[in-house]
């Protein structure tokens, strides 16, 4: 939050997570739906506490959430 993500690092974690829509918080989709994917990664660069947080790259893959889908990963990978 102190150090905003560029655009490119956005765009970036985008790829890796499978599109920029995979990084909006999410209690801002609603409100964040209508942008364009370019908007989008303006928007979430210049608004870091839109970004879903945590971020949590393992090395091998890069998980966005604590969901439980992103809880089973993780004991999968660290099991």
Known sequence: MKKPLSETEVRALAA???????LIAPK????L???????????????????RRPLIDTG???????????RAALDKELG
């Not at 890796?16 to 995979?22: A, N, P, Q, S």
């Not at 801002?28 to 409100?31: L, V």
């Not at 908007?39 to 660069?45: D, M």
């Open 28 to 31: 801002r989709k609603a409100e």
């Open 33 to 51: 739906g209508a942008l364009g994917e370019e908007e989008l990664v303006r928007h979430l660069a210049a608004n870091p506490n839109h970004v």
């Open 16 to 22: 890796r997570l499978g599109g920029v829509r995979e």
């Open 60 to 70: 091998k893959q890069l998980l966005a959430g604590f969901t439980a889908d992103v």
